[in-house]
Nanobody
Framework: QVQLVESGGGLVQAGGSLRLSCAASGRTFSSYVMGWFSQSRGKERDFVAAIMWSDVNTYYADSVKGRFTISRDNAKNTLYLQMNSLKPEETAVYYC?????????????????WGQGTQVTVSS
């Protein structure tokens, strides 16, 4: 079992930055694929970024490439998402997720564990 707790959300002006954190419990954290997803009100959950267990390969949605950076610290069992140059349309609840099978996928249905989410609001 893995439990995930996100933090770091908040209100920021357009063009600003936020750093999200996801604290994970569970001794096998380092073997999972970890991802970040966003969900705006009334919309489906969208893939934002993912990182492989080895921390070598990262994947991003086209819309965030060059602005967002995903990273992980296996020693601290923590996943991060650095978000720069934020846009108002990126206002959403951001979720951390873990996937047992070590194959990257952007499909949220393939992820096995989810946090409760943290609200990010970007004002114009």
């Amino acid at each position: 079992q893995v439990q995930l707790v996100e933090s770091g959300g908040g209100l920021v002006q357009a063009g600003g930055s936020l750093r999200l954190s996801c604290a994970a419990s569970g001794r096998t954290f380092s073997s999972y694929v970890m991802g970040w997803f966003s969900q705006s009100r009334g919309k489906e959950r969208d893939f934002v970024a993912a990182i492989m267990w080895s921390d070598v390969n990262t994947y991003y949605a086209d819309s965030v490439k060059g602005r967002f950076t995903i990273s992980r610290d296996n020693a601290k069992n923590t996943l991060y998402l650095q978000m720069n140059s934020l846009k108002p349309e990126e206002t959403a609840v951001y979720y951390c997720a873990a996937k047992i099978l070590r194959i990257w996928t952007p499909n949220p249905r393939d992820y096995d564990y989810w946090g409760q989410g943290t609200q990010v609001t970007v004002s114009s």
